[in-house]
């Protein structure tokens, strides 16, 4: 490897992205924000079905009746197929 050329690994490519992200929604925080207990459905997505990503993901469908799991994303069919079935159809 040339040593003046880093590898952009999967880790710091999502960081990046999640700044970048985070940067350009700021803005729009305040205008429409999302109230815990309230009557609108946050939709997250689950990307890297770990034992990191599903906990975080049933931490969130616990966190409030509101909260819906609408997209998973791995690179393996038996993660996925795993992962999938751990969570009801009726929040997803």
């Known amino acids: ?24 929604l700021a803005p729009h925080a305040g205008a429409r924000g999302f109230s815990p207990g309230g009557a609108e459905v946050l939709r997250v997505g689950l990307v890297g079905c770990g034992g990191r990503g599903t906990g975080a993901a049933a931490d969130a469908l616990r966190a409030d009746p509101n909260v819906k799991l609408v997209a998973l ?18 929040r997803t």
């Open 1 to 24: 490897m040339n040593p003046t050329h880093s590898e952009l690994t999967r880790r710091s490519f999502l960081g990046g992205s999640a700044t970048a992200l985070g940067v350009a």
């Open 73 to 90: 994303g791995t690179r393996s069919p038996t993660t996925w197929s795993r992962v999938s079935s751990r969570f009801p159809p009726s």
